[in-house]
């Protein structure tokens, strides 16, 4: 069993080891499936497709990532290089290159996955007596698929969707379940209620085929059982389904490694905080890692190069969320000559366009589970929690390198606030801010500072042109302009 999923991770890999410029090849979800799906290894292939999909560069390689901080204010954009500009001064349309990018390869990871599953299935029932190796390596495939649809549809629900509490009656996406998505078919949108039950029951086949692999080892650039609890807490805590998503954190962190994921397991070292940015190796804060290397050849398409030659800047608003005395403030100067920028995007040494991508990390568990006990009135509980991030700030800690809880807000709504404050300066950089701000109603700061009243919450991005003009969509979001920021 060992020597197969060691296999599995070797052509796992190759998922995450490609050019952002190159995604013309022929993989299995550009064939029929019934041609496709042969053997184990066309199987895997399938699998690589959907990575390779999902680490692109319109997707969570760049642009899903970027839009959290730039659209919500935490980021500027510069003139001079365009990159990102008209995204951080709000200046949008149903054209935009961007969106338009995350709608199409969302939905390539969507459509790489059912093929595969499809696949698997069909390869399955025509080799009943398939040796348990073999099996082991197509269940762990299939619980990477459904992991990687869901994940897929979480990432397009933030911008093409209203958040939950606006209600699950709310439109969502189209369901893409059973057969692949086929061109200028007309897609029908469910509900929003729909579009995360389906990701849950996606979430949950994977765990389950997860079990059926072995229960192989955690594999950090990969969908691991502790990254598909990772983003079960995630998409729950999104829901307001506050116990499962506490739930499924604690399991998260239990599986990283860190005993049964009491806060005392929690030992972050600001040392190392500091420097795993510029490694490409996995660090005891990954969970999932969107991994890349030099032969990628990133280059002008690399979160990098948007934080470092094309000049995006945190901004003043950014900021102001950090004291002096916060370790993490440490990572906003000076990158490429620009200055501030974040520089959790520094790359390595050889190759300043190259950084891992974390998706999945153990603060957000941390944080998901402080803010389930601050809902539930369990201060102290919510107080320890907080304390894994909020020690990086010297203010909060104690002699013994431990928080010292007497610093934190005891009042529960005082707290709460400051549990998203905490989510803000932890994840600065990665993407989280815009959902985070919608999902909590959050007034924000958005244009550079000149608009401090615009609250995501009630925002919605439009379907993007191309895919309402090529038939697959024709339900658009309408009315999306009325919730656009405006100047003070």
């Not at 506050?242 to 005392?264: C, F, H, P, V």
């Not at 520089?343 to 990390?361: C, D, H, L, V, Y």
């Not at 007497?406 to 300066?425: G, H, M, Q, V, Y």
Request: net charge negative; charged share 20%.
């Amino acid at each position: 069993m060992k020597k197969i999923l060691n296999k599995i991770s070797i052509v796992l890999s190759l998922a995450l080891a490609v050019s952002s410029c190159d995604f013309d090849t022929e993989l299995q979800q550009n064939v029929d499936t019934a041609d496709a799906f042969k053997n184990v290894q066309d199987v895997s292939n399938g699998t690589t497709g959907a990575y390779q999909a999902l680490a692109n560069y319109p997707f969570l390689g760049n642009y899903a990532i970027a839009f959290g901080d730039f659209a919500g204010g935490l980021a500027n954009g510069s003139a001079s290089s365009g990159h990102f500009y008209s995204v951080s001064y709000w200046s949008v349309s149903d054209t935009d290159e961007e969106m338009e990018g995350i709608w199409q390869y969302g939905f390539k990871v969507v459509d790489a996955a059912v093929r595969t599953i499809n696949g698997a299935d069909a390869l399955l029932a025509a080799n009943p007596d398939m040796s348990d190796d073999d099996k082991a390596t197509i269940y762990y495939n299939v619980s990477q698929c459904y992991a990687l649809r869901a994940l897929a549809y979480f990432t397009m629900t933030q911008y093409f969707c209203y958040p939950y509490s606006k209600g699950a009656d709310q439109k969502g996406l189209p369901i893409v379940k059973d057969q692949p998505v086929e061109a200028f078919q007309n897609a029908t949108r469910a509900s929003l209620g729909d579009t995360y039950s389906f990701m849950l029951d996606d979430i949950k086949k994977a765990l389950e085929y997860n079990e059926e692999a072995g229960s192989p080892s955690l594999q950090y650039f990969f969908l691991n059982k502790a990254a598909i609890y990772a983003l079960k807490a995630r998409v729950c805590l999104y829901m307001g389904n506050y116990a499962d998503a506490e739930a499924a954190a604690k399991k998260a962190i239990e599986l990283k490694g860190k005993g049964n994921a009491t806060y005392t397991d929690l030992t972050p070292n600001n040392e190392t905080y500091l420097t795993m940015w510029a490694s490409l190796n996995p660090s005891d804060e990954d969970i999932f890692t969107l991994s890349k290397t030099t032969d990628d050849n990133l280059s002008a398409n690399a979160l990098n190069t948007l934080w470092g030659s094309y000049y995006g800047k945190v901004s003043t608003y950014g900021q102001s969320f950090f004291s002096d005395t916060d370790v993490r403030a440490q990572l906003i100067g000076v990158v490429d000559s620009n200055s501030p920028a974040s520089m959790k995007w520094q790359g390595i040494e050889s190759s300043q366009a190259t950084s891992n991508i974390p998706i999945f990390r153990k603060s957000e568990m941390a944080l998901i589970i402080a803010e389930c006990e601050a809902r539930n009135g369990n201060i102290t509980e919510a107080q320890k929690y907080v304390g894994y991030t909020a020690k990086r700030d010297s203010q909060y800690a104690a002699e013994d390198g431990s928080c010292d809880l007497s610093k934190l807000p005891s009042d529960k709504d005082a707290l709460l606030e400051f549990i998203w404050k905490e989510n803000t300066r932890e994840f600065l950089g990665e993407g989280h801010f815009y959902s985070e701000a919608r999902r909590l109603d959050k007034t924000v700061t958005v244009m550079a500072g000149t608009c401090t009243t615009f609250r995501p919450a009630n925002f919605v991005f439009p379907i993007p042109a191309a895919e309402i003009n090529a038939g697959f969509m024709k339900d658009q979001n309408t009315g999306w302009e009325d919730g656009l920021p405006e100047r003070d």
